[in-house]
Nanobody, 124 residues
Framework: QVQLVESGGGLVQAGGSLRLSCAAS????????MGWFRQAPGKEYEFVAT????????YYADSVKGRFTVSRDNAESTVYLQMNNLKPEDTAVYYC?????????????????WGQGTQVIVSS
């Protein structure tokens, strides 16, 4: 069992930045690929970014590419999401998720463990 705890959300003006953190309880954090998803009010979960376990390669949704950066610190068992140039449409609850298996990473069903989420509100 892996527990994930997100932090760093808050209220920010459009154009501002936030850095989300997700701390994992696992001692084998490096065995997990990590993903970030978000859910805006009344909408489905949306894939945001992922960072793989083997080579820390990253992949982003088109909507955040060039503005968001995902990174990981295996020694601290933590994954980060640096969000720059935030837009009102980025407003959502952001979740981190973990998966051991290789392969698909775009869907919520690809991930086994989830955090409780952290709220991000971007005002215009």
């Amino acid at each position: 069992q892996v527990q994930l705890v997100e932090s760093g959300g808050g209220l920010v003006q459009a154009g501002g930045s936030l850095r989300l953190s997700c701390a994992a309880s696992s001692r084998t954090f490096s065995d997990f690929a990590m993903g970030w998803f978000r859910q805006a009010p009344g909408k489905e979960y949306e894939f945001v970014a992922t960072i793989r376990r083997i080579d820390s390669s990253t992949y982003y949704a088109d909507s955040v590419k060039g503005r968001f950066t995902v990174s990981r610190d295996n020694a601290e068992s933590t994954v980060y999401l640096q969000m720059n140039n935030l837009k009102p449409e980025d407003t959502a609850v952001y979740y981190c998720a973990a998966k051991r298996a290789q392969g698909s990473f775009l869907h919520t069903t690809d991930y086994t463990f989830w955090g409780q989420g952290t709220q991000v509100i971007v005002s215009s």
